[in-house]
């Protein structure tokens, strides 16, 4: 008879052995996941707040066993935030919100449980979530309210969704205007020529001997006479 072979060197239970650490992995990395840890029991109040310098409001919802993937309200489970349903919370004057989650209002819908509550800067669902500044996770462990001693409780949590920007100043860059050229060039002044004085006194010398000219034969005419007279003269 063949001694019985320990379970982890069977088939199915190698693979049942890989399974569990699979999903130990899982429930690991979605627990590493969120942002702040709350243990706490159905009823409890739960007090959230932050900061966000996107937008004028924040978008929560929130997962979990039972509800859909994508999320529903903190208020009320049957508004699903893929049909576009969220607890809307304002901004204040100096971008801080903030926001009571009462789990009593919902304590007879959902069970004990661990969920995931969702902090959002847009109005998306679980499945369009953005980056990982425009949103933060708060993972809630509501344990069963009969177990509790004393009554209801509340505790306050911190989330701020995204720092805020320091937008360096804007310096303004004045302009100077280049100096304005002509299209024409500028025209010179218009310097008087003189008159040609050897051509006026030209004409005027040509003009005196051309108008000499006529009295030069009777110049001669009167001067020859006059020598033919001067002896006669004498002789008287």
Known sequence: MNPKRPFFSHPSGTIMIVLLCMASCLLVAGACAADVYVTGYLGDI???HGSSYRGTQVYLFMT?????????T???VTQRADQGQFTIVELDSSQQWWFNWDTSRIWN????GTYTVYVSTEPVDYSHLGGSDTYKTLSVYLQDPGNRKGGSSSSSYTLHLDAQVTTPPTVQSVEIPAPAIPSTPAQQPTVPVPPVVTTQASAITTTTKAAMQPMTPIIAVIGGAGLLLYPATRRR
């Open 46 to 48: 739960i007090d959230m």
């Open 109 to 112: 819908e959902i069970n004990p």
């Open 64 to 72: 979990g066993p039972g509800l859909p993937t994508d999320g529903v």
């Open 74 to 76: 903190l208020t009320d």
